[in-house]
């Protein structure tokens, strides 16, 4: 099984701070992962696919980078509405896997 | 637009079974994969299996494997789940989630909102 490693598992941020996320792949996924957000009580959205691809709608402020094993995931510029949890998710292989998420917070 | 919306969660007790069902609107459904994706309470999100567009090929995580049964009608685009066997583990809410096109890889652009399955005697 392909594991992904998220990190790091919570932080603590303000209004128009520039947060990182990272998440590595126990193999080469090429560029199959995905980024989601995900609010409390609610679905998790996705943002970013095929590693670096903003999904339709999705602000600028976001971006995701990277291929092979690591990846990263950016907002430029976090706004209020941006405090969630984040998770990657890999569709290299099954089992599908996904980060253990990382909770953005005030 | 892409509409996905599950049915069917509830409270069952442990060793029973259940059925969620997950309709599909504004898209051509057979022509997507389509997963099921789990989340417990206050975890993370835990993917379950997949059934592809013509419901010919299926692969599922161990933790379901035998106990978990997926199925599909392209007719009335529903997805089901069929779960027997039901531990107090596998409390979540259950999402169904589009996956790729036809054959290609692909992730989940589209979720349902989620249906609670609660296993408690």
């Known amino acids: 099984d392909i594991q992904m490693t998220q990190s790091p598992s919570s932080l603590s941020a303000s209004v128009g701070d520039r947060v990182t996320i990272t998440c590595q792949a126990s193999?080469?996924?090429?560029?199959?992962i995905n980024w989601y957000q995900q609010k409390l009580g609610e679905a998790p959205k996705l943002l970013v696919h095929?590693?670096?691809k903003l999904a339709t709608g999705v602000p600028l402020r976001f971006s995701g980078s990277g291929s092979g094993t690591n990846f990263t995931f950016t907002i430029s510029s976090l706004q209020p509405e941006d405090f969630a949890t984040y998770y990657c998710?890999?569709?290299?292989?099954?089992?599908?896997?996904f980060g253990g998420g990382t909770k953005v917070e005030i | 637009q892409v509409h996905l919306v599950e049915s069917g969660g509830g409270v069952v007790q442990p060793g029973g079974s259940l059925r969620i069902s997950c309709a599909a609107s504004g898209f051509s459904f057979s022509s997507y994969a389509m997963n099921w994706v789990r989340q417990a309470p206050g975890k993370g999100l835990e993917w379950l299996a997949v059934?592809?567009?013509?419901?010919?090929?299926?692969f599922d995580a161990d933790s379901v494997k035998g106990r978990f049964t997926l199925s599909r009608d392209n007719s009335k685009n529903m997805l089901h789940l069929e779960m027997s066997n039901l531990g107090v583990e596998d409390t979540a809410v259950y999402y169904c989630?589009?996956?790729?096109?036809?054959?290609?890889?692909?992730?989940?652009?589209?979720w349902g909102q989620g249906t609670l399955v609660t296993v408690s005697s």
């Open positions: 998710h890999q569709y290299d292989d099954v089992p599908l896997t």
């Open positions: 059934l592809s567009f013509d419901g010919r090929d299926k």
């Open positions: 193999q080469d996924i090429l560029n199959y």
């Open positions: 989630a589009r996956g790729g096109y036809g054959d290609e890889r692909g992730g989940f652009d589209y």
């Open positions: 095929d590693a670096s």
